[in-house]
T-cell receptor
Framework: NAGVTQTPKFRVLKTGQSMTLLCAQD?????MYWYRQDPGMGLRLIHY???????AKGEVPDGYNVSRLKKQNFLLGLESAAPSQTSVYFC???????????FGQGTRLTVV | AQSVAQPEDQVNVAEGNPLTVKCTYS??????LFWYVQYPNRGLQFLLK??????LVKGSYGFEAEFNKSQTSFHLKKPSALVSDSALYFC????????????FGAGTRLFVKA
């Protein structure tokens, strides 16, 4: 069982470059999320989706865009990377309501 | 503002001793409460959750957590720590009316010494 798979696992970008992080889940979960993890700050929600074709902003959405064209995939885009976006990014998925979240292994992104 | 506090950056305990990782929260209404664990270079793994009912919740790997509504706390506990329990632990809260949104604490690093 794959669960939640993130691609890529590591990436180094130059300031101003763009990239897309891919998240795929095989559990038929309705909800999907993108978080960033920074030291001493826990996880902060960037964007989320409650179903195919729908997305919404979380706590720290600026500089990111997302799309959910298929139920199993949730893409996170950085249009013009900035050093402040250096972080570890986690994708997660869950059932609605009380469902606990399943996390991917993370993508370590460095913007230089 | 809704928040989750984990007051200790690190908890040190000897193997075989009981451990407690603290969590308090400030959320309106009756929230759902979670604990997750993160091992190095891995994503977060679900440990346990409190939805309703018994205040003592049992979870994976021998962990349990006690919900205290009056103190708005949800401390993680284990009667006998193992070296393999050493990891980063996150408390999380999902407001009952918040639907999707889960608020995470900053994390507490647990170090179990042999």
């Amino acid at each position: 069982n794959a669960g939640v798979t993130q691609t890529p696992k590591f990436r180094v970008l130059k300031t101003g470059q763009s990239m897309t992080l891919l998240c795929a889940q095989d559990m038929n979960h309705e909800y999907m999320y993108w978080y960033r993890q920074d030291p001493g700050m826990g996880l902060r929600l960037i964007h989320y989706s409650v179903g195919e074709g729908t997305t919404a902003k979380g706590e720290v959405p600026d500089g990111y865009n997302v799309s959910r064209l298929k139920k199993q995939n949730f893409l996170l885009g950085l249009e013009s990377a900035a050093p402040s976006q250096t972080s570890v990014y986690f994708c997660a998925s869950s059932y609605p309501g009380t469902g606990d979240a399943f996390f991917g292994q993370g993508t370590r992104l460095t913007v230089v | 503002a809704q928040s989750v506090a984990q007051p200790e950056d690190q908890v040190n305990v000897a193997e075989g001793n009981p451990l407690t990782v603290k969590c308090t929260y400030s959320v309106s209404g009756n929230p759902y409460l979670f604990w997750y664990v993160q091992y190095p270079n891995r994503g977060l793994q679900f440990l346990l959750k409190y939805i309703t009912g018994d205040n003592l919740v049992k979870g994976s790997y021998g962990f349990e957590a006690e919900f205290n509504k009056s103190q708005t706390s949800f401390h993680l506990k284990k009667p006998s720590a193992l070296v393999s329990d050493s990891a980063l632990y996150f408390c999380a809260v999902r407001p009952y009316t918040g639907g999707f949104k889960t608020i995470f604490g900053a994390g507490t690093r647990l170090f179990v010494k042999a």
